[in-house]
């Protein structure tokens, strides 16, 4: 037997439904709207805004005192079980 599909909830604001699928005003504001109007994901990064430690004040273990610079890749790993819409595993051969 099909499943029915539910009813739209029209008791529900968009900000608690954002927050409920863990969306954040930073979410929408920085990566949202601006590909809503380019049409382009937006490029960030991660990484530490913390003082040198040569400049602190404080003693600090020796290993602060370096920094290594690195690019970390976080792509998600090729998938063609859950992404099968734009992947195929299907090979001709001769």
Known sequence: K???PRALRRDVSLLDRQQAFGFTQEDTKLLMSPMAT???EAVGSMGTDTPISAM???SKLLYTYFKQNFAQVTNPPIDPIREELVMSLVSFIG
Do not use: L
Request: proline residues 11%.
């Open 38 to 40: 380019t049409g382009q």
């Open 2 to 4: 099909p499943v029915e």
């Open 56 to 58: 602190s004040d404080r």
